[in-house]
């Protein structure tokens, strides 16, 4: 039995690190195209963004699998409980 107090770290979530950088993206591209003469296709933008995030989200779990530990990494030593 553990006697330690302290929590174990708390990480940000993958999807909303992605979801947050999607919002400022578009928010970035709002605001440039206000002060730029910058005509923005919709559906062309959106489609950017939707594959980006599929991609993002795609290779933000595959790099949280490899940090996640295994059951193996756990001592099961019933002696211990």
């Not at 107090?5 to 919002?23: D, F």
């Not at 910058?38 to 940090?67: E, M």
């Amino acid at each position: 039995m553990s006697t330690s107090l302290t929590r174990p770290k708390r990480r940000a979530r993958v999807v909303t690190i992605i979801w947050g950088a999607v919002l400022l993206a578009v928010a970035v591209l709002l605001l440039v195209s206000q002060f730029i003469s910058l005509t923005i296709d919709p559906v062309i933008v959106a489609l950017g963004l939707l594959v980006g995030v599929g991609l993002s989200l795609v290779a933000g779990g595959i790099l949280s699998l490899r940090t996640r530990p295994t059951p193996e990494d756990h001592d099961d030593d019933p002696s211990t409980y």
